[in-house]
DNA sequence: GTCCCGTCTC
DNA sequence: GAGACTGGAC
């Protein structure tokens, strides 16, 4: 087993390099931060900056949201992505008023049940806004660990196993574990990318096992290959979403037509939203849910 | 074109 | 364990 990673540098590195996002101020309530963990399941933190203030003033409770018309939160998530998540929200925040007396949970078995909180999101809500000591575990983290601590170039395959890793080398005391949580997830999206890792501005360099063995290609199992977008079910889905969220009465067959012109897909792609809950057929038209 | 990367479903 | 799911950055 390689030695600890030097966790005083890497707390020291991120007190004087974090970004200044917005939910790092200290006035972010815990709704606040579940929404923003929520949107940057799959987004970018930079665009995920410039919609959680205005989210947030719109509906700034979860009560707020549970009595939104659903419609309306498909329009304000726009083109975040995977508006799926969208729906999984107002869901969590109809469970929280329904189960939880309006507070988001503190307890992480209780995140877990709340639909579109997953191992990262739950953990991620109790260390970043009640302060509890427990694994925070994203890609960045699992590749950070998987370089610095074991030598490998590429981390592999999410596995359970990450959390209790993770876990191993964090700090007894709650603050300070929350603290190398979070500079180890910044360190990856900052410094310990996937493609150019800065090495030479990485505050735990000189301890990196990665780096000491000459960075090792690696040989162990990657994700698959990501389809192509282009063409995909995907992106007619995003097409015909895009086009109801800029209208507010039902779009008829023939109008959604024209925006994806091969027929089959269109369908299908219709017929998945649908299953989905992402729109309503009516007739012969779709539309957003109300 | 390639990569991003958490949750859910099967 | 594998694959679906968005839109944008590069």
């Not at 200044?20 to 799959?42: C, H, K, N």
């Not at 037509?257 to 089959?264: I, K, R, S, V, Y």
Request: proline share 8%.
């Amino acid at each position: 087993m390689p030695g600890a990673l030097p966790l005083n540098e890497l707390a020291g590195w991120y007190r004087a390099s974090a970004r200044d996002l917005p939910w790092r101020r200290p006035e972010f309530d815990a709704w606040g931060t579940l929404v923003s963990e929520i949107m940057l399941q799959q987004t970018q933190a930079a665009r995920v900056a410039v919609e959680i203030d205005r989210w947030l003033t719109r509906w700034p409770t979860p009560a707020d949201l549970a009595d939104a018309p659903t419609h309306e939160v498909l329009r304000q998530w726009g083109t975040l992505g995977y508006p799926r998540r969208a729906l999984r929200l107002q869901d969590t925040a109809r469970a929280i008023v329904e189960r939880h007396g309006r507070e988001v949970p503190r307890d992480v078995d209780a995140l877990l049940a709340l639909p579109g909180v997953g191992d990262y999101t739950a953990r991620a809500v109790a260390v970043f806004h009640y302060g509890d000591r427990h694994p925070v575990v994203d890609t960045n983290v699992r590749r950070v660990i998987a370089r610095a601590v074991h030598g490998q170039g590429e981390a592999g395959p999410a596995k359970r196993r990450d959390l209790a890793d993770v876990e191993a080398l964090l700090p007894a005391e709650p603050a300070e574990a929350s603290v190398i949580s979070i500079a180890l997830m910044e360190l990856g999206a900052l410094v310990c990318t996937a493609r150019a890792p800065r090495c030479e501005v990485c505050p735990i360099a000189a301890a990196c096992a990665w780096r000491a063995a000459g960075y090792p290609a690696y040989e162990g199992k990657r994700a698959p290959r990501q389809s192509r977008f282009a063409g995909s079910d995907r992106q007619a889905r995003g097409t015909v979403l895009r086009a109801l969220r800029g209208v507010d009465v039902p779009l008829t067959e023939a109008e959604l037509a024209p925006l994806w012109p091969e027929d089959e897909q269109r369908e299908r792609a219709i017929g998945s939203l649908a299953a989905d809950g992402l729109v309503v057929r009516e007739g012969g038209s779709v539309r957003l849910p109300h």
